[in-house]
Nanobody, 120 residues
């Protein structure tokens, strides 16, 4: 399974960005999808997650500003980020819990990361 994240960039505080993460490969199903971020000098943290139901979960720091969504037909995950703050600056990573075929097995796959920089 390969995950390709995109949509990062430089934005001013108060602005918006939308991240995407597309999965490809021999995918049978995808359960939980999530976005993580890692700021310079800090540990990677969970930003938001979405199940197949879908149920969503957000870090307190992004509640009300970020919206996670998924398109199961396209095996794609999104993160709409609004009212961005300088402290949102980080590399954003997507992760998916996937069942793949040939042979059938469960894999937690990570994307390569996309940099979001919010200027003050």
């Amino acid at each position: 399974v390969q995950l390709q994240a995109s949509g990062g960039g430089l934005v001013q505080a108060g602005g918006s960005l939308k991240l995407s993460c597309a999965a490809s490969g021999s995918i049978f199903s995808i359960s939980v999808m999530a976005w993580y971020r890692q700021a310079p000098g800090k540990e990677r943290e969970l930003v938001a997650s979405i199940t197949s139901l879908p149920n969503t979960n957000y870090a307190d720091s992004v509640k009300g500003r970020f919206t996670i969504s998924r398109d199961n037909a396209k095996n794609t995950l999104y993160l709409q980020m609004s009212s961005l703050k300088p402290e949102d600056t980080a590399v954003y990573y997507c992760k998916m819990g996937t069942v793949v075929t040939h042979p059938y097995r469960y894999i937690e796959a990570w994307g390569q990361g996309t940099l979001v920089t919010v200027s003050s």
